[in-house]
C-alpha cells in the first residue's frame, strides 16, 4: 500500500501583535497566518514508530526528541514516518508546529483521533492543523478560520540563520500593543497591502537587534520592488508580497544570488475538506 502523504505548509504570520503576557511568560498573540503552497512533506506508512528525515534541511534536525516522533505520540499512534525537510529550522515558518500538525492530519486519515490540546506540542500547532487563513489569538490556541485570500505571489526568504522563538520573545521590549484592526473581506493584493500597512510584527525589532542580517533581507526584498515585505513569526525568514508570479520568479532568482535561501510561491488556498 503506497503511503499517506501530508504537506506541511510554510507558515506565515502576514502580521502579529503581542497585546499581553500569561503569568507563565507564554505570550498573547492576534496574527493574521496563512499558508504558502510549498512546505514539508511528511509520508505515513502503518508500522511501529519510526522517524527517517531527508531533503535538503535534514542536516542537525533531531531524530530522536523530533516533533513528528512527539505528534504521534500525543496522539497514541504508532507510525512509519519519512519527513521530507524542505524549509529551514528555526525560521518562523512553522517548522517543527507544521510537521506536527502533519503528523496528526495524517494519523486522522489513518483512524488515530486528534488529540485534544495539540498545543502542546507547539503554539502554532492548532493553526497547523487546519493550514487555511486564519487570524490566531490566544498564545495560538484561539484559531478563528478567515475567507480563503487570492493566490497572491509570494517570496520567501532565509539568511541561513536558525533564530530560536524563545530568545526572540525574551528580547521583545514592548508586550502590550493593541490587537489587529478588524479584518475586512481581502478580495486581492491592494486590500491585504492596505490593511497591512495599519499592521505590525511586533517580533521584528527584537529579531532585528539580534540578527541585524534581517534588516538587509528585508532591503533587498523591497529591492526587487516587492509591494510588501515583513518579517515572519520570531524569524528570521521574510517574505515579499508581489503582483505576479514573474515577478516573484524574478526576485527569487535575485535575492538568491546573496547566498539566501529563496522561493517564489504563493498564498495557498484552504484545503479541501476530507
Ligand atoms: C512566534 C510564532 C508565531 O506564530 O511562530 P514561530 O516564529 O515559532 O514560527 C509562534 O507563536 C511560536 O510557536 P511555536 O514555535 O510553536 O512555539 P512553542 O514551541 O510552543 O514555544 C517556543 C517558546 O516561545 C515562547 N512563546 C511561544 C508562543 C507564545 N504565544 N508565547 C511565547 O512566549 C515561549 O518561550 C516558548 O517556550
Ligand atoms: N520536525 C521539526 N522541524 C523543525 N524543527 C524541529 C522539528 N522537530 C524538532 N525541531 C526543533 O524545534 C526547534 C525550532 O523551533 P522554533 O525556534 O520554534 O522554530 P520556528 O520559528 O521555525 O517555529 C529547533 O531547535 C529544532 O531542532
Redesign the pocket.
Given at each position: 500500500m503506497p503511503p499517506l502523504v501530508e504537506l506541511a505548509r510554510a507558515?506565515l504570520?502576514l502580521a502579529?501583535h503581542v497585546t499581553g503576557?500569561?503569568p507563565d511568560?507564554?505570550?498573547?498573540?492576534d496574527?493574521l497566518?496563512v499558508f504558502a503552497s510549498i512546505g514539508d512533506v511528511i509520508a505515513l506508512s502503518p508500522g511501529p514508530l519510526s522517524l527517517r528525515i531527508d531533503g535538503p534541511f535534514a542536516a542537525g534536525l533531531p531524530t530522536d526528541d523530533n516533533l513528528c516522533l512527539r505528534a504521534a505520540r500525543l496522539a497514541g499512534a504508532g507510525a512509519d514516518l519519512v519527513l521530507t525537510k524542505n524549509l529551514p529550522v528555526?525560521?518562523?515558518?512553522?517548522?517543527?508546529?507544521a510537521d506536527a500538525a502533519a503528523v496528526l492530519r495524517g494519523l486522522a486519515r489513518m483512524g488515530h483521533a486528534v488529540p485534544e490540546n495539540p498545543?502542546r506540542?507547539?503554539?502554532?500547532?492548532p493553526?497547523c492543523l487546519g493550514s487555511g487563513p486564519a487570524r490566531?489569538q490566544?498564545?495560538?490556541e484561539i484559531v478563528t478560520p478567515l475567507p480563503a485570500l487570492p493566490a497572491i505571489a509570494v517570496v520567501l526568504v532565509n539568511p541561513g540563520i536558525a533564530?530560536s522563538?524563545?530568545r526572540?520573545?525574551?528580547a521583545t521590549e514592548r508586550r502590550d500593543h493593541p490587537g489587529l484592526p478588524d479584518i475586512p473581506r481581502l478580495a486581492g493584493l491592494g486590500d491585504l497591502i492596505g490593511w497591512l500597512a495599519e499592521t505590525r510584527n511586533d517580533?521584528e525589532p527584537a529579531a532585528l537587534s539580534i540578527a541585524p542580517v534581517i534588516g538587509r533581507v528585508l532591503d533587498g526584498l523591497r529591492a526587487t520592488n516587492a509591494a510588501f515585505a515583513r518579517m515572519?513569526?520570531?524569524?528570521a525568514t521574510c517574505f515579499g508580497l508581489y503582483e505576479t508570479p514573474e515577478q516573484a520568479r524574478i526576485a527569487a532568482a535575485a535575492l538568491k544570488q546573496h547566498g539566501w535561501w529563496a522561493v517564489a510561491t504563493e498564498l495557498a488556498p484552504p484545503p479541501a475538506p476530507r
Open positions: 507558515k504570520n502579529l503576557r500569561r511568560g507564554y505570550h498573547l498573540l496574527s497566518v528555526a525560521s518562523g515558518i512553522g517548522g517543527g508546529s498545543e506540542l507547539g503554539a502554532d500547532v493553526v490566531m490566544g498564545v495560538g533564530l522563538t524563545p526572540v520573545f525574551a517580533l515572519s513569526g520570531s524569524g
